[in-house]
C-alpha cells in the first residue's frame, strides 16, 4: 500500500486525489487500447493496464457443461445416510443421557420433594374455579389439534 497517497476522503486533497486516480485509469484504458509498450508510463499507470488486461480476459470456465447432471447423479446414487454406524452411536448416547437425566430428577423429588412440592401445589388453582375450567379447556384444545394433526398426516410420511 502506498502511504504518501493522501485518503480520498480528506477534505482538501480528495477530489486532486480522486482525479488522479481517474486520470491515471484513463490513460491505462487508451494505453491498453493502443497496444503501447506495457514498461513505459508511471507505476500506477502500469497497475491499472494490468488491471484492465485483467478484466479484458473472458473468464475461465471451471465447470464442465454436465456439472449439474453429474452432481444430480452423484446425489441420487450416494446412500440416504451416510455414517449411519456415527449416527447410531449419538443416538445411544442421547438415550442414555435422557435415562441419567431421568433417573437424577426422581432421585432429586424422593430426596427434596417433600419441601418444595407443596409450594407448588400452592400455584395450582382449586378444583371449581374458572381457572380449572379454562386450563382444561386449554388442554381439550391442545390434545384435539394434535390429533387432528395425526389423522391428516398421510399414512406414508415420515413422522414429524
Avoid: K
Avoid at 491505462?28 to 480476459?57: M, N, T
Amino acid at each position: 500500500m502506498n502511504h504518501d497517497i493522501p485518503p480520498f476522503d480528506d477534505p482538501p486533497f480528495g477530489n486532486l486525489v480522486q482525479e488522479r486516480e481517474w486520470q491515471a485509469q484513463e490513460r491505462a484504458l487508451q494505453a491498453e487500447r493502443l497496444g503501447l509498450d506495457p514498461s513505459g508510463g508511471d507505476e500506477r499507470v502500469r497497475r491499472y493496464r494490468l488491471l484492465a488486461r485483467a478484466l479484458r480476459e473472458p473468464m475461465p470456465s471451471a465447470l464442465p457443461d454436465d456439472f449439474a447432471q453429474r452432481v444430480a447423479a452423484r446425489v441420487a446414487g450416494a446412500p440416504a445416510r451416510a455414517g449411519a454406524g456415527d449416527t447410531r452411536i449419538e443416538f445411544a448416547l442421547a438415550c442414555t443421557l435422557v435415562a441419567a437425566l431421568i433417573v437424577a430428577a426422581g432421585v432429586v423429588t424422593a430426596d427434596y420433594g417433600s419441601a418444595w412440592l407443596p409450594a407448588f401445589r400452592q400455584l395450582l388453582p382449586s378444583p371449581g374455579t374458572p381457572a380449572t375450567s379454562w386450563l382444561l379447556a386449554l388442554g381439550a384444545c391442545l390434545g384435539a389439534s394434535w390429533l387432528l394433526g395425526l389423522w391428516q398426516r398421510p399414512a406414508h410420511a415420515p413422522p414429524g
